[in-house]
């Protein structure tokens, strides 16, 4: 059994196969999934396990260079634009493009992790770097 990091085995098999610029996306309950790209639906209940938690613990156990969030987070969802202030402060590259475009971007994901989160435009998507 592991001891350490992410214990969800798809979500730890998909971050173990990432290659530099590859993208995961993870997402609010709400967001369209294209059929093409692997699931990993983490929902529980609204709210569980949320925006937050999810990306904080990805970002624990997977080397990010880039980041992109939809320019509607800004104006509507603060927890959110922190996220990516924070992101950026710590070195990691922050992107923000219309909502319209990020749903267009999720096409070219490895993965999107959906979450319980119940808040307008909880979707980042990110880019794998390297650890050498």
């Known amino acids: 059994m592991k001891k350490h990091g992410i214990l969800n085995s ?20 709400g967001l369209p999934i294209p059929d093409h790209v692997e699931r990993i639906d983490l929902a529980l209940k609204l709210g569980q396990p949320s925006f937050v938690d999810t990306l904080q613990e990805i970002l624990s156990d997977m080397q990010v260079e880039r980041a992109v969030f939809a320019t509607e987070c800004l104006a509507t969802n603060p927890t959110v634009a922190a996220q990516a202030q924070a992101m950026q402060s710590s070195g990691i590259s922050i992107d923000f493009v219309s909502h319209e475009e990020f749903k267009q971007l999720c096409h070219d994901a490895k993965a999107v992790i959906r979450t319980g989160e119940a808040s307008p435009y909880a979707n980042i998507i990110l880019h794998s770097g390297v650890i050498f």
């Not at 798809?10 to 590859?22: K, P, Q, S």
């Open 10 to 29: 798809e979500l730890a098999r998909v971050l173990a196969r990432l290659g530099h610029t590859d993208s995961i996306v993870i997402a609010d309950c």
